[in-house]
């Protein structure tokens, strides 16, 4: 396209503008003249991003940026594409022009653009409900993240934030929680909007409730986005610490709020035996090492459980390498060397503060017998 054409184009572009905007395209003829490419590709970054550009996006993208997109950095472009390609009509629509996108920026030196635009495909997929197509894509992207010594945060973000919503599609919980979590890692939570953080942190918090598979909240409950949840779902913050320290008066009080979800009321029973399973961990954590060898009475009074489903219990918790022991059928006891660490509240840091001061006052005690019991050896 000649000079004239697109000073043409971009005059035509800056009469359709706000008034706010027009000044923009006189910036962006100038720069495309004195081919300042960076400049110029920053200058459209921030121009798309205003909302008002919106209707200008898809044609200053086909019409102008296309004629100087392998001059500028690859990953800008397809920022630049992405922008745009939410003008368009419909899934479909938006589908075509990201893989002429894609396959655009696929070029060796290029890599990480294409990736980012991959992902970018993986999204309208499972927009479209072609879950097949959209792992595809993203095994695909991934394949080629693990290759790169390293890569621009918003390139992983993207593929984490994709990767998550397709294994939210599948329900699969254990590989959602995982991976909006690392989403959450690669971003600012103040770039998401109070909605946005509230919608994060409540679909984590029932992932971490229905899965078979997590039943260690610690890094959820550390994390700052779940101050997201106490204006309008406080009762689902307090369910998460309840589980984390297995208490059972505490999840049967919340327990009436399990229905305002469908996933929840449909794993009710999953999550009582989750509860039992947080109370006996919870309770062998309290007693001190040397301690820990429990008739299957004292944990059916300390977890609230049946005394005909313990034995159950504590085989499933060993199963789960939520404990390591060995139970006695005979004598219905069972002996634990070791229980999965845990993120600790106060309560809980108070109950290790005293078990610390029981030991210290033990090994004084015995520091004192050994010095009473062997004063003539010392003398030696």
């Not at 800008?76 to 938006?94: F, G, I, S």
């Not at 989750?274 to 919870?282: D, F, R």
Request: aromatic share 10%; proline share 3%.
């Amino acid at each position: 396209m000649n000079v004239d054409t697109i000073s043409d184009f971009l005059g035509e572009q800056r009469e359709e503008a706000p008034a706010s905007l027009q000044h923009v395209f006189i910036e962006l003829e100038d720069l495309w003249e004195r081919k300042l490419w960076h400049q110029l590709t920053d200058t459209l970054v921030e121009f798309f991003n205003h909302a008002d550009s919106a209707p200008q996006r898809l044609p200053l993208y086909k019409t102008f940026i296309l004629t100087f997109a392998d001059k500028i950095n690859q990953l800008k472009l397809v920022t630049l594409a992405l922008n745009a390609a939410t003008q368009c009509n419909d899934p479909h629509e938006r589908l075509t022009f990201l893989s002429a996108v894609a396959s655009k920026v696929n070029n060796p030196d290029s890599q990480d653009a294409y990736v980012y635009a991959t992902v970018a495909v993986a999204t309208v997929k499972l927009e479209l409900k072609d879950l097949e197509g959209a792992r595809k894509s993203l095994d695909s992207a991934e394949k080629m993240l693990d290759n790169f010594d390293s890569v621009e945060t918003i390139v992983h973000a993207a593929f984490y934030r994709v990767n998550a919503q397709y294994y939210q599609a599948n329900l699969d919980f254990a590989s959602y929680y995982r991976n909006a979590l690392l989403y959450l890692a690669c971003i600012d939570l103040n770039d998401l909007t109070s909605a946005e953080r509230r919608s994060r942190a409540y679909d984590l918090s029932i992932a971490a409730l229905v899965s078979t598979s997590i039943y260690n909240f610690g890094e959820l409950l550390l994390h700052p986005i779940l101050a997201s949840l106490m204006e309008s779902d406080a009762w689902l913050a307090n369910l998460l610490f309840a589980f984390n320290r297995g208490d059972l008066g505490a999840y049967d009080v919340l327990a009436g709020h399990v229905s305002k979800n469908t996933l929840l009321a449909e794993h009710k029973d999953a999550l009582r035996q989750k509860i039992y399973l947080a109370a006996l961990t919870e309770t062998v954590f309290r007693r001190p090492p040397h301690d820990r060898a429990m008739s299957f009475r004292t944990i059916a009074e300390e977890t609230k459980v049946r005394p005909d489903e313990i034995e159950h219990l504590i085989m499933k918790a060993l199963s789960l390498g939520l404990l390591r022991g060995s139970i006695d059928q005979v004598d219905q006891i069972a002996r634990i060397n070791w229980v999965q660490p845990k993120v600790l509240d106060m309560k809980q840091i108070d109950n290790m503060r005293s078990r610390l001061q029981e030991w210290d006052t033990s090994v004084n005690q015995l520091g004192n017998w050994i010095e009473s019991k062997g004063q003539d050896v010392w003398a030696a």
